[in-house]
Protein backbone atom coordinates (compact mmCIF):
# COMPACT_ATOMS: atom_id res chain seq x y z
CA UNK A 1 0.00 0.00 0.00
CA UNK A 2 1.56 3.69 -0.64
CA UNK A 3 1.43 5.62 1.95
CA UNK A 4 1.02 9.27 1.52
CA UNK A 5 2.11 11.84 3.87
CA UNK A 6 0.89 15.17 4.42
CA UNK A 7 2.90 18.53 5.78
CA UNK A 8 1.93 20.22 7.61
CA UNK A 9 -0.72 18.79 9.77
CA UNK A 10 -2.24 22.19 10.75
CA UNK A 11 -1.22 25.38 9.75
CA UNK A 12 -3.06 29.03 11.06
CA UNK A 13 -2.63 31.41 8.08
CA UNK A 14 -3.58 35.00 7.69
CA UNK A 15 -5.57 36.45 4.38
CA UNK A 16 -3.50 37.41 1.39
CA UNK A 17 -0.96 34.87 2.64
CA UNK A 18 0.78 32.53 0.37
CA UNK A 19 0.32 28.74 1.58
CA UNK A 20 2.22 25.44 0.79
CA UNK A 21 1.17 22.17 1.17
CA UNK A 22 2.90 19.35 1.10
CA UNK A 23 2.59 15.72 0.06
CA UNK A 24 5.16 12.68 -0.36
CA UNK A 25 4.33 9.35 -1.70
CA UNK A 26 6.00 6.24 -0.16
CA UNK A 27 7.25 4.93 -3.60
CA UNK A 28 7.01 6.63 -6.67
CA UNK A 29 4.13 7.43 -8.16
CA UNK A 30 4.41 9.15 -11.36
CA UNK A 31 1.75 12.34 -11.52
CA UNK A 32 -1.04 10.19 -10.05
CA UNK A 33 -1.57 12.98 -7.20
CA UNK A 34 -4.72 14.28 -6.57
CA UNK A 35 -6.01 17.19 -4.48
CA UNK A 36 -8.89 17.81 -2.71
CA UNK A 37 -10.67 20.47 -0.20
CA UNK A 38 -12.98 19.72 2.20
CA UNK A 39 -15.24 22.37 4.30
CA UNK A 40 -16.45 21.78 7.56
CA UNK A 41 -19.88 19.49 6.92
CA UNK A 42 -19.34 19.35 3.69
CA UNK A 43 -18.15 16.84 0.77
CA UNK A 44 -14.61 16.82 -0.58
CA UNK A 45 -14.21 18.73 -3.83
CA UNK A 46 -11.72 17.85 -6.46
CA UNK A 47 -8.83 20.98 -6.77
CA UNK A 48 -6.36 19.75 -8.92
CA UNK A 49 -5.53 16.31 -10.86
CA UNK A 50 -2.83 14.84 -11.69
CA UNK A 51 -0.74 17.21 -9.81
CA UNK A 52 -1.01 19.97 -11.94
CA UNK A 53 -4.06 20.36 -13.87
CA UNK A 54 -6.66 22.26 -12.22
CA UNK A 55 -10.21 20.93 -12.49
CA UNK A 56 -12.85 22.78 -13.69
CA UNK A 57 -14.29 25.57 -11.17
CA UNK A 58 -11.60 26.16 -9.57
CA UNK A 59 -10.33 29.56 -8.62
CA UNK A 60 -6.67 30.16 -10.39
CA UNK A 61 -4.90 30.65 -6.96
CA UNK A 62 -5.04 26.71 -6.24
CA UNK A 63 -2.09 25.45 -8.30
CA UNK A 64 -0.47 22.42 -7.56
CA UNK A 65 3.09 20.62 -8.71
CA UNK A 66 5.80 17.98 -7.92
CA UNK A 67 6.04 14.10 -9.75
CA UNK A 68 7.62 10.96 -8.49
CA UNK A 69 7.62 11.13 -4.54
CA UNK A 70 6.80 14.86 -3.64
CA UNK A 71 3.90 17.15 -4.16
CA UNK A 72 2.62 20.33 -3.88
CA UNK A 73 -0.63 22.21 -3.18
CA UNK A 74 0.28 25.95 -3.18
CA UNK A 75 -2.72 28.85 -2.60
CA UNK A 76 -1.40 32.42 -3.48
CA UNK A 77 -3.43 35.36 -1.84
CA UNK A 78 -5.49 33.22 0.58
CA UNK A 79 -9.02 34.13 1.39
CA UNK A 80 -11.15 33.75 4.30
CA UNK A 81 -13.71 31.04 2.46
CA UNK A 82 -9.88 28.59 1.74
CA UNK A 83 -10.69 27.70 5.64
CA UNK A 84 -11.01 24.00 4.92
CA UNK A 85 -8.97 20.55 5.34
CA UNK A 86 -7.12 19.84 2.43
CA UNK A 87 -6.32 15.98 1.27
CA UNK A 88 -3.90 14.56 -1.45
CA UNK A 89 -5.24 11.39 -2.85
CA UNK A 90 -2.88 8.76 -5.14
CA UNK A 91 -4.34 6.61 -7.65
CA UNK A 92 -0.83 4.98 -8.93
CA UNK A 93 -2.60 1.30 -8.25
CA UNK A 94 -6.12 1.22 -8.43
CA UNK A 95 -5.74 0.03 -4.44
CA UNK A 96 -6.19 4.13 -3.71
CA UNK A 97 -4.88 6.13 -0.49
CA UNK A 98 -5.62 9.45 0.77
CA UNK A 99 -3.03 11.53 3.11
CA UNK A 100 -4.04 12.43 6.64
CA UNK A 101 -5.20 15.99 5.44
CA UNK A 102 -3.42 19.28 6.55
CA UNK A 103 -6.40 21.61 8.30
CA UNK A 104 -5.85 25.24 7.67
CA UNK A 105 -7.27 27.94 9.92
CA UNK A 106 -7.77 31.42 8.81
CA UNK A 107 -6.63 34.11 11.51
CA UNK B 1 -25.70 17.84 -14.35
CA UNK B 2 -24.20 14.74 -12.54
CA UNK B 3 -25.60 13.72 -9.63
CA UNK B 4 -24.71 10.82 -6.54
CA UNK B 5 -27.44 10.89 -4.13
CA UNK B 6 -26.79 8.95 -1.24
CA UNK B 7 -28.90 6.90 1.53
CA UNK B 8 -30.54 8.51 4.81
CA UNK B 9 -28.72 8.92 7.86
CA UNK B 10 -28.91 5.32 9.83
CA UNK B 11 -28.84 4.63 13.29
CA UNK B 12 -27.96 1.22 14.23
CA UNK B 13 -27.39 -1.42 17.19
CA UNK B 14 -23.98 -3.46 17.70
CA UNK B 15 -24.16 -6.57 15.40
CA UNK B 16 -26.87 -5.56 13.31
CA UNK B 17 -27.16 -5.28 9.31
CA UNK B 18 -26.76 -2.49 6.94
CA UNK B 19 -26.57 -1.69 3.47
CA UNK B 20 -26.18 2.04 2.16
CA UNK B 21 -26.70 3.33 -1.25
CA UNK B 22 -25.12 5.61 -3.85
CA UNK B 23 -27.59 6.92 -6.75
CA UNK B 24 -26.10 7.72 -9.78
CA UNK B 25 -27.37 10.45 -12.55
CA UNK B 26 -26.98 12.27 -15.50
CA UNK B 27 -24.45 10.35 -16.71
CA UNK B 28 -23.80 6.58 -17.86
CA UNK B 29 -23.81 4.82 -14.50
CA UNK B 30 -22.09 1.68 -16.12
CA UNK B 31 -19.11 2.98 -17.32
CA UNK B 32 -17.75 4.96 -14.24
CA UNK B 33 -15.77 3.54 -11.26
CA UNK B 34 -17.59 4.43 -8.12
CA UNK B 35 -15.65 4.13 -4.83
CA UNK B 36 -16.29 4.34 -0.99
CA UNK B 37 -14.88 6.53 1.50
CA UNK B 38 -15.14 6.54 5.31
CA UNK B 39 -14.71 9.49 6.98
CA UNK B 40 -14.73 8.76 11.26
CA UNK B 41 -15.65 11.28 13.24
CA UNK B 42 -13.31 14.45 13.40
CA UNK B 43 -10.56 12.17 10.95
CA UNK B 44 -9.46 11.81 7.90
CA UNK B 45 -10.75 10.25 4.47
CA UNK B 46 -10.06 6.58 3.97
CA UNK B 47 -10.66 4.78 0.70
CA UNK B 48 -12.85 1.76 1.31
CA UNK B 49 -12.55 0.23 -1.89
CA UNK B 50 -14.39 0.75 -5.79
CA UNK B 51 -16.64 -1.21 -8.20
CA UNK B 52 -17.58 -0.59 -11.98
CA UNK B 53 -21.16 -1.06 -12.14
CA UNK B 54 -20.85 -2.40 -16.16
CA UNK B 55 -19.26 -6.14 -14.55
CA UNK B 56 -19.33 -5.64 -10.84
CA UNK B 57 -15.01 -5.45 -10.97
CA UNK B 58 -14.57 -4.93 -7.25
CA UNK B 59 -11.44 -3.77 -5.51
CA UNK B 60 -11.24 -3.60 -2.00
CA UNK B 61 -8.68 -1.56 0.48
CA UNK B 62 -6.77 -3.91 2.40
CA UNK B 63 -8.23 -2.32 5.78
CA UNK B 64 -11.56 -3.29 4.73
CA UNK B 65 -11.51 -6.28 3.02
CA UNK B 66 -13.73 -8.71 4.58
CA UNK B 67 -15.19 -6.29 6.84
CA UNK B 68 -18.05 -4.44 4.06
CA UNK B 69 -19.55 -5.37 0.93
CA UNK B 70 -19.58 -3.49 -1.87
CA UNK B 71 -21.98 -4.13 -4.97
CA UNK B 72 -24.21 -2.46 -7.60
CA UNK B 73 -27.18 -2.45 -9.21
CA UNK B 74 -26.49 -0.88 -12.81
CA UNK B 75 -30.10 -1.25 -13.90
CA UNK B 76 -31.22 1.21 -11.42
CA UNK B 77 -27.81 3.35 -11.44
CA UNK B 78 -27.28 2.43 -7.92
CA UNK B 79 -24.10 1.02 -5.84
CA UNK B 80 -24.21 0.08 -2.28
CA UNK B 81 -22.03 -0.58 0.67
CA UNK B 82 -23.26 -3.02 3.00
CA UNK B 83 -22.06 -4.64 6.48
CA UNK B 84 -23.39 -7.99 8.27
CA UNK B 85 -22.29 -7.38 11.62
CA UNK B 86 -21.95 -3.58 12.46
CA UNK B 87 -19.46 -2.65 15.51
CA UNK B 88 -19.27 0.65 17.59
CA UNK B 89 -15.99 1.75 15.55
CA UNK B 90 -18.37 1.57 12.11
CA UNK B 91 -19.86 4.94 13.05
CA UNK B 92 -18.58 7.07 10.71
CA UNK B 93 -19.66 9.35 7.35
CA UNK B 94 -19.75 7.49 4.37
CA UNK B 95 -18.79 9.01 0.94
CA UNK B 96 -19.44 7.65 -2.57
CA UNK B 97 -17.82 9.39 -5.25
CA UNK B 98 -17.16 8.71 -8.68
CA UNK B 99 -13.76 7.86 -10.19
CA UNK B 100 -13.70 10.36 -13.80
CA UNK B 101 -13.53 8.31 -16.85
CA UNK B 102 -10.23 7.90 -17.94
CA UNK B 103 -8.34 9.43 -14.45
CA UNK B 104 -7.85 8.40 -11.47
CA UNK B 105 -9.25 10.69 -9.44
CA UNK B 106 -12.65 11.46 -8.08
CA UNK B 107 -14.61 14.33 -9.64
CA UNK B 108 -18.27 13.92 -8.02
CA UNK B 109 -19.02 12.87 -4.58
CA UNK B 110 -22.57 12.17 -2.64
CA UNK B 111 -23.48 13.83 0.22
CA UNK B 112 -22.53 11.52 2.47
CA UNK B 113 -24.48 9.03 4.53
CA UNK B 114 -23.84 9.41 8.70
CA UNK B 115 -23.68 5.82 10.12
CA UNK B 116 -24.04 5.66 14.19
CA UNK B 117 -23.80 2.38 15.66
CA UNK B 118 -24.85 2.57 19.50
CA UNK B 119 -26.20 0.48 21.95
Known amino acids: EIVLTQSPDFQSVTPKEKVTITCRAS??????LHWYQQKPDQSPKLLIK???QSFSGVPSRFSGSGSGTDFTLTINSLEAEDAATYYC?????????FGQGTKLEIK | EVQLVQSGAEVKKPGESLKISCKGS????????IAWVRQMPGKGLEWMGI????????RYSPSFQGQVTISADKSISTAYLQWSSLKASDTAMYYC????????????WGQGTLVTVSS
Open chain 2, 26 to 33: GYSFSTYW
Open chain 2, 51 to 58: IYPGDSDT
Open chain 1, 27 to 32: QSIGSS
Open chain 1, 89 to 97: HQSSSLLYT
Open chain 2, 97 to 108: ARRAGGGGYFDY
Open chain 1, 50 to 52: YAS
